[in-house]
């Protein structure tokens, strides 16, 4: 890695021409963003860059801050590409170099449950984020395939919902019982006050004025709960769908069955589930075997 960052540093002083304190500046913003990208389990620029902005927002980030955050970025993706113009022309991935090698973060059972009840339901507000997180948990939808989803998406009689996933694909869901509840719920008694009087566009979900909800209210709802129901910080609402993966797993289902509900294009990409509930057991090897 640290060799790696130096070439890039090269690449900004030969190719950019800039100062210095730019050259740290960029390398510093590249690193942030990797260890972002590690830290949520995610390899897609794209969809990582999309969650990264968002994160950014809830924080706090200055707009200016953000543009910067972004221009390093790119930077960085040119200098990819200036290595290996075959593997990384496209612009969308990354390679893999772990700064410190860390698994996806997910919630225990224990957790969830804990997540999910600290989501107060008195009001409609409530009532609309407790349906978003089930169905989060339940169906391991990324952020932007949730607030892209429309209300014809969903199958109430079979229990599915269609999914438009990266690259247009289109994939059906199995949605649970619980989500199922607190989705219709949000149907019936939520979603008809906050879209009276509004042009009615379709969306599933919807903010406080009616539009179609947009990713950084979900990031910030997220961290609101998180704290709320005394849960580690690490944990970002893409840590929803990493459980919904390593749940799975641990329930004996199998790769590909994973791989088409999560909608990965290769299974190397779901194998990384397989050394989560690896880890998992070893722990408890550990924890509970007299000569571990």
Not at 24 to 39: A, G, K, P
Not at 75 to 100: C, H, M, N, W
Not at 287 to 292: E, L
Request: a positive charge; hydrophobic letters at 40%; proline letters at 2%.
């Amino acid at each position: 890695m640290k060799e790696l960052l130096n070439e890039f540093k090269g690449f900004l002083v030969s190719e950019r021409g800039v100062s210095q304190g730019t050259v740290n500046s960029y390398t510093t913003d590249v690193v942030s963003f990797l260890e972002y990208m590690e830290q949520g389990g995610v390899s897609d620029v794209e969809e990582a860059l999309k969650d990264y902005i968002a994160h950014l927002r809830v924080i706090g980030a200055k707009e200016s801050t953000i543009l910067r955050k972004l221009a390093s970025i790119k930077a960085f993706l040119e200098f990819l590409v200036t290595l290996d113009p075959q593997k990384y022309g496209g612009g969308s991935r990354v390679p893999s170099i772990s700064l410190k090698k860390q698994l996806p973060l997910f919630l225990s059972h224990g957790e969830i449950v804990k997540f999910l009840e600290s989501i107060p339901t008195q009001d409609l507000i409530g009532i609309r984020d407790r349906a978003i997180f089930e169905l989060l948990y339940a169906s391991g939808l990324r952020i932007s395939e949730l607030v892209n989803l429309k209300v014809s998406d969903l199958n109430f009689k079979e229990g599915v919902l269609k999914c438009i996933g990266k690259g247009a694909k289109e994939r059906m869901v199995p949605v649970g019982k619980d989500a199922l509840y607190w989705i219709e719920k949000y149907l019936n008694e939520v979603r008809p006050k906050l879209i009276q009087g509004k042009k009615d566009l379709g969306f599933l979900f919807l903010s406080k004025r009616g539009g179609k909800i947009l990713r950084e209210t979900v990031w910030h709802r997220s961290k609101l709960y998180i704290s709320k129901a005394g849960l580690s910080t690490k944990y970002t609402v893409h840590s929803l769908r990493h459980t919904f993966a390593t749940h799975l797993l641990e329930g004996g289902a199998d790769l590909r069955t994973l791989q088409e509900m999560l909608g990965h294009a290769s299974l190397t990409t779901t194998q990384v589930y397989t050394h989560v509930d690896l880890e998992r057991l070893k722990e408890v090897y550990k924890k509970s075997h007299p000569r571990a």
